[in-house]
């Protein structure tokens, strides 16, 4: 499996999650918040892995490790006015939240048909 959270947009502050609020006017954002200890994350991660390639033709993705930043999660869910959960994608159009999805129900085709 190709490591594609290198590739992925990192997010680290709460300036990062402002760029994306803002770029989402210009092409759909995704956020996946992922708990490193977490096997159901690493399971999610591990789908979405698969999927990248396919995911990041229609959307710019962003990863926020849930560990190490844990004050930037909680401040992403007070903003975008959604309930904290790990592992979760959000994606954002638009300067709003389309689509939320947490454990299992995270999957590639879901996230596409919200882009």
Known sequence: MANHKKAWDHIKSKEDLGKIIDESV??????????TSCGISAYA????AEGAGLLEEKA???YLDLLTYRSVSNYIA????????????IVLKDK????????????VDKIL???
């Open 26 to 35: 210009v092409k759909p954002q995704i956020i996946f918040k992922h708990s």
């Open 78 to 89: 007070d903003v975008l006015k959604v309930l904290h959960q790990s592992p979760q994608i």
């Open 96 to 107: 709003k939240v389309v689509l939320t999805l947490s454990h299992s129900s995270i999957q």
């Open 45 to 48: 991660y591990e789908k979405l």
């Open 113 to 115: 048909s919200s882009l």
């Open 60 to 62: 710019d993705f962003n």
